[in-house]
């Protein structure tokens, strides 16, 4: 009988400790989302992809993710490159493999609960090496039913869609 105190006790514990854990990952405020990008089948080089989040005066706020390693290529996505050089952040832990035509990508996103139905916008500014740049390939109203569902592309990206992490 008491050693199957112990071990639900210990149990107990272990629950807690993994409930914890998972609860800290997540900061108050904040939704992750998982974000699919699917390109469209373009010859050429893989694309670089940064996504954005736009305030309401259509100004960058924050970058939320950069599909694109080199960063000698980062001034090749123009209008993101004059905001980074004029407020840099660190997008090292943001950053992740440029995407060829045809491909997709998952990332996650943590985005601002009160960003949310007020005014706030993605973007999704694209490059290819030799060809067209797109300052906004997909721009998508940043509301919880946008955040639901799939957002159809006219240039390198297809479509991309966000789910709830």
């Not at 080089?45 to 694109?68: C, F, H, Q, R």
Request: overall charge positive.
């Amino acid at each position: 009988m008491r050693k199957i105190n112990i071990t639900k006790t210990v149990l107990l514990l272990f629950a807690f400790a993994v409930i914890s854990t998972t609860a800290s990952a997540q900061k108050p405020g904040f939704t992750k989302y998982k974000c699919m990008v699917q390109m469209t089948n373009y010859a050429g080089e893989a694309a670089y992809i940064v996504v954005s989040l736009i305030n309401p005066k259509d100004e960058y706020e924050k970058t939320l993710y950069v599909m694109g390693p080199d960063k000698k290529w980062y001034d090749h996505i123009k209008a993101w490159h004059k905001f980074n050089t004029k407020k840099p952040s660190n997008i090292s832990a943001i950053t992740g493999a440029s995407v060829a035509g045809g491909d997709r990508s998952m990332t996650i996103f943590e985005i601002e609960d009160a960003k949310v139905d007020s005014g706030y916008k993605i973007r999704f500014e694209t490059a290819v090496e030799d060809q067209k740049y797109h300052e906004k390939d997909i721009e998508i109203p940043l509301t919880k039913e946008n955040l639901s569902k799939k957002t159809e592309g006219p240039n390198y990206i297809r479509y991309v869609r966000f789910s709830l992490n």
